[in-house]
């Protein structure tokens, strides 16, 4: 079979007024083949496509492609097809799609890349790794912050992603640069935007907008699909993960944050490919540019919206405080900051409650029912009491106890809880408790006594709780002679 080389050769002879058999013999076959190959055209004709081919696939190829899918999740998809499945190749379906990426790059507009001033941008996004905490493979996210212009970089591992994690993540980050950049970048994230209006413009979450608005910054979305507009901080992701990760292991969360630091300190003395130096040394014309940073991860209160209910209770993330009576149906303001919950109205301050763990509990201030509970005495001491409750499990114990066995002196006694309270302190009145609840002797004058004996004296022949308080059952028999 001749060569392409040797079908050009006969094809430039054959002018030069050289014979067949001359040709053949330079070429090395027969003077038929040079005769049957003149009569051939120069260019053979290109072979057509077969039915079933990948060609007929282009546009969801192309649609695929747009959607950044894997090439290898497109085969999957190409083989799963339940009308034309897929049954070729995967080197060719591989050589195919790259040819098609090709051609739709080439008619694209080419990528401008661009480095900001001094001070100007940084970039946020999310990521995500299986980290070895404690021997095991645990799963964490982490935020991952970058300044356009020095390259300098930031992480901070979180469990969750939440807005308020996001937001004092961001600020925790920008407090150990001393300053807020002027432009955050973000790649559309649900708790910075709700999407996108009629015209293409952002939907701001409005904490957010919020936030960005108290803390002096101008926000910014990547343009869908515009993958190139946050390729440095998705880099940082992909650096996390394949420069910080490998080879590590951690005690714990907070062992995970120390060397991250660690890392992240490190990286700041080396050179940046993106220009040549270290960023740690950009960091003063950083510094010197941006604008000031009014709040803290610390002091900064998330903003919401709630509404006062009927029993003069504020609903905050799945836990309800109160606020003074009189506001029931009315719109107040909460801020969450990180330890503290505060609730105003129209700008006059209504509360301030210690932010409570997790979901379902209340806390109520007996002081805001003030007021209202002038004759209602029942009410009042259910408040009190679950102020009390609240001080700790040991106190719950002890006013378990006495709500059973002295219940007809219960005013009393919670008194007396109040009162060891304000003197002693809540940490004195939770072990007098706890003494009185292991001793089985529950009462004002034991619980009063356990509070103020540093150590506990030891009393002899003291009887216990069940000796003293007898059930009535006991004195029947007396009664009915």
């Known amino acids: 079979m001749l060569t392409a080389m040797a079908r050009s050769t006969i094809k430039f002879l054959k002018p030069q007024g050289q014979f067949n058999t001359r040709i053949a013999g330079l070429v090395g076959c027969d003077r038929h083949t040079v005769a049957r190959v003149l009569a051939e055209p120069t260019d053979p004709p290109r072979r057509r496509l077969r039915p079933g081919t990948l060609e007929t696939r282009r546009e969801t190829l192309l649609s695929w492609i747009r959607e950044a899918i894997p090439t290898t999740r497109m085969l999957e998809l190409a083989r799963q097809d339940p009308a034309t499945p897929y049954v070729g190749g995967t080197s060719t379906f591989y050589r195919f799609v790259a040819r098609v990426r090709a051609e739709l790059e080439a008619g694209a507009a080419p990528v401008i890349r661009f480095e900001g001033l001094p001070g100007e941008y940084v970039q946020w996004d999310w990521g995500d790794a299986r980290v070895p905490l404690g021997g095991e493979l645990i799963k964490r996210v982490f935020l991952a912050g970058r300044l356009k212009y020095s390259r300098l970089s930031a992480v901070r591992w979180r469990t969750q992603m939440d807005l308020e994690t996001l937001l004092r993540a961001m600020l925790e980050i920008v407090e150990g640069w001393a300053g807020a950049p002027w432009a955050w970048v973000f790649d559309n994230m ?6 996108r209006d009629a015209d293409g413009q952002p939907r701001w979450n409005p904490a957010f907008w919020r936030f960005a608005t108290e803390v002096g910054f101008h926000p910014e979305l990547c343009d869908p699909g515009a993958a190139q507009q946050k390729g440095s901080v998705e880099n940082l992701v992909k650096w996390v993960k394949t420069n910080f990760l490998p080879g590590r292991r951690f005690a714990d969360d907070e062992d995970l944050a120390q060397q991250s630091l660690t890392w992240e300190r490190d990286k700041a003395t080396q050179t940046s490919q993106a220009h040549g130096r270290r960023p740690i040394d950009l960091l003063p014309q950083e510094r010197a540019a941006f604008g000031p940073l009014p709040t803290t991860a610390a002091t900064y209160g998330l903003y919401r919206v709630a509404t006062v209910n009927r029993e003069s209770l504020v609903r905050v993330d799945g836990n309800q405080y109160s606020v003074p009576v009189g506001h029931g149906g009315q719109a107040v303001d909460v801020r969450i900051l990180r330890d503290v919950i505060r609730i105003s109205r129209d700008g006059v301050p209504l509360a301030e409650h210690a932010r409570l763990s997790g979901t379902g509990q209340r806390h109520r201030d007996p002081a805001h029912y003030a007021g209202a509970l002038g004759e209602r005495p029942r009410a009042r001491l259910v408040l009190e009491r679950e102020r009390l409750c609240a001080l700790g499990p040991e106190v719950t114990a002890y006013v378990t106890v006495i709500s059973q066995r002295r219940r007809r002196v219960l005013a009393e006694e919670l008194a007396t809880c109040t009162r060891l309270e304000a003197q002693l302190g809540a940490e004195a009145l939770r072990r007098a408790a706890a003494a009185c609840v292991a001793r ?20 002899p022949d003291l009887p216990t709780q069940a000796a003293v308080d007898r059930d009535l059952a006991a004195y029947e028999a007396f009664v009915g002679r």
């Open 190 to 195: 649900k708790t910075v935007t709700l999407g």
């Open 440 to 459: 089985g002797t529950c009462g004002a004058e034991y619980l009063s006594l356990f509070a103020g004996a540093e150590p506990v004296l030891a009393l």
